[in-house]
């Protein structure tokens, strides 16, 4: 019986053909597993997952192997993209037993989901003192048989530890100058000075501490942090991490130099890298930030935008190399070879030299991944342009990576966050309209009318599963950024709806802090809850951020004192593990700057002058600035309520802190008190 025909999961999709039978996550595949008095496997990965594919190809696809599991477990396939909270909770044990973690995770369960044997990749022959995946299926099943007091006691008492383990305690009060230069202290400590970044291989773009360095910088003049977050971006930039034809980012270096990807690249990665250099541009008026902004604002428009307007979660790591075989980065590798027979001898050794192709390969067989690693050479815009043009034009032939297109709220929150934003400093309306789009589409297909969101949809298709707190939280910022930029208040309210359920139902009423998932939610061993950002910012610090954004807007206390109770934790972690509370510093920022509000006023949005100061404001450096923009008095703010024209003009209101200052007429005025510290 094939369970996985109808979910809406591309990556369950996958193996919906395979002989195993497996069964989505739910109360189905516990009640069968008791029913039968076997154990479960839990696999859990994602459709860009290279080493998920690999695993299936090896494992799940054999028929022996298949006929194993089927008939002495209940195999459970979960994506983790679709359900993070049963990631969330199974990763934290694998990470406590082993030590270690990644995908694919491979966990054995009681009937009551209780743990008991952990793992990720398993090869289907034993290597490198890894048992092979038919070893330790007939070791568990052995185990199960014959020594199943042991096993539910090992069971038990994963799960009672799990269940007792705390996060950091909240700090009393909000980060302060003290812990936020801490903060920058202990990024400076870890910061690669000649490689930019932050530590060693594998390494990640840090999209969520740059964020951080460039806020400090704004708030304080640190030159120290702007150096650092202008440097890393250089790097990645001119990397093999960046694709040099198409935009767009990898998922991760496998290197400290930034030269060879991991291929995957992922809708989260782009849209806050995208935003980062934006605000880099914004920051500087670096030109390589602007094109790096754009290109990659056009590669989510042009690689992951589906047909309903909403953006697809990831392109894979892998493709056809053209003989039938799915290998990793075929798409895009070049040989010298390749470019002399595409563009002639003289234009294929300029494209080797101008993107540091080799006759050595700086991947595997021979081949490379592009760059830029001619950093002081000028060479000839034309010729470059042509040259890449051509070879753009002959991959765009190479068979393509596959797309995982399920939409996800969360990513498509930063997404919108990040093309209203680029749309807006740039002036390409057509990215705020795909921003638009986007939000159209989650308020259609994701959002209900109790103001409950669902997390994942494919093909204008709600999915099964709840929303998590980072889903609340990304998708309220990608709607307050949107409202800042259009002026449409509804985006506004629609935050405001989103942020009232974090506060009922992700919220300890009594500490303040935040949980992953509902009050109301599916109940695991144990309510996953964790505020340090990983990939993504988490839905604590995320949620923080939003929360006084919103405050920012409409002057509500609750929101205010909400959001301060969770800034708590970055106090807490800020100075100790600044790499991955970057979200919270940044939100931290903010709040230490007050965040500023900006009303304009105007006869319209389109009239010259009320435009010159909408801009102005969009691009003021000041640590979370609010903007709203609109006619006198209108109804869809209430920071525009009783703002009068001056003397008949379009005017610009500033307050921070409970204080405003006279309202200005002239865009490099505000530009004045938006830039003072």
Known sequence: MNRLADVTSPYLLQHADNPVDWYPWGPEAFEEARRRDVPILLS?????????????????????????????????????????????????????????????????????????????????????????????????????????????????????????????????????????????????????????????????????????????????????????????????????????????????????????????KMLYDNALLCRVY????????????????????????????????????????????????????????????????????????????????????????????????????????????????RMLAERSRRPAPGRDDKVVAAWNGLAIAALAETGAYFDRPDLIEAAVAAADHLVRVHLDEHGRLTRTSRDGRAGANSGVLEDYADVAEGFLALASVTGEGVWLDFAGLLLDQVMTRFTDPESGALYDTASDAEQLIRRPQDPTDNATPSGWSAAAAALLSYAAHTGSDAHRTAAERALGVVKALGPRVPRFVGWGLAAAEAQLDGPREVAVVGPSLTDERTAALHRTALLARAPGAVVAAGTPDGEEFPLLAHRPLVDGAPAAYVCRNFTCEAPVTDPEALRAALDDN
């Open 44 to 264: 859990v990965g994602y459709s860009a997952c290279h080493w998920c594919h690999v695993m299936a190809h090896e494992s799940f696809e054999d028929q022996a192997t298949a006929d194993y599991l089927n008939e002495n477990f209940v195999s459970v396939k979960v994506d983790r993209e679709e359900r993070p909270d049963v990631d969330a909770v199974y990763m934290e044990a694998v990470q406590a037993a082993t030590g270690q973690g990644g995908w694919p995770m491979t966990v054995f369960l009681t009937p009551e989901a209780e743990p008991f044997y952990f793992g990720t990749y398993f090869p289907p022959r034993p290597q490198h003192g890894m048992p092979s995946f038919g070893q330790v299926l007939e070791g568990v099943h052995q185990a199960w048989e014959g020594r199943r007091d042991e096993v539910t006691e090992v069971a038990g008492k994963i799960t009672r530890d799990l269940a007792q383990r705390e996060i950091v305690r909240q700090a009393a009060g909000v980060p302060g100058e003290e812990e936020l230069a801490q903060a920058l202290l202990g990024l400076t400590r870890e910061y690669d000075p000649q490689r930019g970044g932050f530590g060693g291989a594998p390494k990640f773009p840090p999209s969520m501490a740059l964020e951080f360095l460039l806020r400090h910088h704004a708030r304080t003049g640190s030159e120290g942090a702007l150096q650092m977050a202008s440097d890393t971006c250089e790097r990645m930039a001119r990397g093999g991490i960046y694709d040099q034809l198409g935009g767009g980012f990898a998922r991760y270096s496998v290197d400290r130099d930034w030269v060879v990807p991991h291929f995957e």
């Open 278 to 389: 934006a605000h880099l541009w914004r920051t500087t008026g670096s030109d390589l930030a602007r094109r790096v902004a754009l290109e990659t604002a056009d590669f989510l428009v042009a690689e992951l935008r589906t047909e309903e307007g909403g953006f697809a979660s990831a392109l894979d790591a892998d493709s056809d190399d053209g003989t039938g075989r799915h290998v990793e980065g075929a798409y895009y590798v070049w040989t010298p070879e390749n470019l002399r027979a595409l563009l002639g001898d003289e234009d294929g050794d300029l494209a080797a030299e101008y993107f540091g192709v080799t006759g050595e390969g700086t991947f595997e067989h021979g081949q490379s991944v592009l760059q830029l690693p001619q950093a002081d050479r000028v060479f000839d815009a034309g010729r470059i342009a042509s040259v890449r043009e």
